[in-house]
């Protein structure tokens, strides 16, 4: 229901190759630091957005969205629940034209919001286990 096929795709073929990765630190036990690795495998530009602002992977990392001087295509969230949803109208007010909440994280009332705002958005999905399949 919040990661139908058609949508994934299009988010990972044709929104756009910058992905501001919330919650990317330089942590590599961290699911967000290997998910960035296989985005940038495949093209992808991660941009770490976390408090500390560290450089990820090479890519300059920011503390917000709201701080990245330039555009981002998609916003992949890893963080809980609680806060996903506030991410989310960040992305929205960013100009994002999508966003991607990785497993486990569902926020009904945020995907409602984000959709409304005209956005692409995915739920429980991880783009590093759809980006693969579409070879």
Not at 36 to 63: M, N, S, W
């Amino acid at each position: 229901m919040y990661g139908d096929e058609a949508t994934i795709r299009r988010i990972l073929t044709q929104l756009g190759d910058t992905w501001a990765v919330v919650g990317l630190s330089t942590n590599r036990s961290r699911a967000a630091y290997g998910v960035a690795q296989v985005l940038q495998r495949f093209g992808k530009r991660i941009v770490p957005v976390h408090p500390q602002a560290e450089t990820v992977h090479g890519e300059q990392g920011y503390a917000s969205l709201a701080d990245i001087p330039f555009d981002v295509d998609v916003v992949d969230v890893f963080v809980n629940g609680e806060l996903a949803g506030a991410v989310a109208d960040e992305a929205v007010a960013k100009g994002a034209r999508a966003v991607w909440f990785q497993l486990g994280v569902v926020d009904p009332a945020a995907y409602e919001r984000t959709r409304t705002a005209g956005l692409d958005m995915v739920m429980d999905r991880c783009p590093a286990i759809e980006i693969p399949l579409l070879s």
